[in-house]
């Protein structure tokens, strides 16, 4: 079974960058297609990024351009550097699965202050 632990969260202003970084256990890693998943109190848990096995990447368009997801098998680390940020990517971020595994990490929350 899979475990995720996600850091690298904080305050920052609108246009600041910050780097997300997730350390999953298990022996699955390798063959999953890994995701960051935004969750804004009131709302359902967004799939905002994913990464294939490969290295390719897909995007939600809310965030295409400013975000890049990337992944290191050797390491069990999926990485999301965030450029540009504005207050609409205020969350508290998860990596996990696509599709996602019921068992979720703490999160990393992100704030971006106008």
């Known amino acids: 079974q899979m475990r995720f632990v996600e850091s690298g969260g904080g305050l920052v202003q609108s246009g600041g960058s910050l780097r997300l970084s997730c350390v999953a256990s298990?022996?699955?890693?390798?063959?999953?297609?890994m995701g960051w998943y935004r969750q804004v109190p009131g709302e359902e848990r967004e799939l905002v990024a994913s990464?294939?096995?490969?290295?390719?990447?897909t995007y939600a368009d809310s965030v295409k351009g400013r975000f890049t997801i990337s992944r290191n098998n050797a390491e069990r680390v999926v990485t999301l550097k965030m450029n540009s940020l504005i207050t609409e990517d205020t969350g508290v971020y998860y990596c996990?699965?696509?599709?996602?595994?019921?068992?979720w990490g703490q999160g990393t929350q992100v704030t971006v202050s106008s």
């Open positions: 298990g022996t699955q890693f390798s063959i999953s297609v």
């Open positions: 996990n699965r696509y599709p996602p595994l019921q068992r």
């Open positions: 990464v294939v096995q490969d290295g390719r990447t």
